[in-house]
């Protein structure tokens, strides 16, 4: 899944839910296969099916957070987004998937809610992150642009990416090569493209 050979995971993940049925970890691959393969409907019927099994797997929300999100359910992604944060608070990808549909709906007093939460159980590099995000979505740019540097240490290549360009800064190469590697060179491609069709 990592390398993008989408067709091996599937067959991979569909493989353990044959033998084991229960297993939530595969069922959460499989989703994000899914999601990855453009299938959002199925994906998010795949985690949302896991979600109910395993209703205290914070990772598994969090992808049906991100599969609710790309299908602009945006309420629902902030539910299971939410739902993650309560099960995980000290998960960097639960309190990210919060801040994006946050953002997404405009609201900044709950993103800052859960900054104050994030400052209690996160590395600070990582909430630099949030902070800048949210503060370049309010149009303080001094605060986002001060924040930045100690963004670029958090260590999470697609949440420094997300930052620095809600920010309103170019992506150094590094970051660029952390997040190939993250995500595979083809997903970066691809954002890469579909980036310029936006802007097209």
Request: proline content about 4%; aromatic content about 2%.
């Amino acid at each position: 899944l990592a390398q993008g050979r989408l067709e091996e995971a599937q067959a991979g993940f569909e493989g353990v839910l044959a033998a084991d049925p229960s297993c939530g970890m595969a069922a959460h691959g499989l989703g994000m296969t899914r999601l990855r393969q453009g299938a959002v409907g199925s994906s998010i019927s795949t985690l949302e099916s896991a979600a109910a099994k395993h209703p205290d797997a914070a990772t598994i929300f969090v992808g049906l957070s991100t599969a609710r999100f790309v299908a602009q359910d945006f309420a629902g992604s902030r539910s299971a987004a939410a739902r993650a944060v309560s099960l995980e608070p000290d998960s960097i990808d639960a309190h990210a998937a919060l801040q994006q549909v946050l953002l997404r709906q405009g609201d900044v007093d709950s993103a800052r809610a859960d900054l104050v939460v994030a400052r209690q159980r996160l590395p600070a590099p990582v909430v630099a992150c949030f902070e800048v995000q949210v503060a370049a979505e309010v149009g303080d740019t001094t605060t986002a642009l001060a924040r930045i540097d100690r963004c670029r240490r958090a260590g999470a290549p697609e949440l420094v990416a997300a930052a620095v360009t809600r920010a309103g800064g170019g992506v150094d190469p590094d970051t660029i090569g952390e997040m190939a590697i993250g995500m595979g060179v083809d997903a970066v491609v691809l954002l890469a493209q579909a980036v310029d069709q936006m802007n097209a």
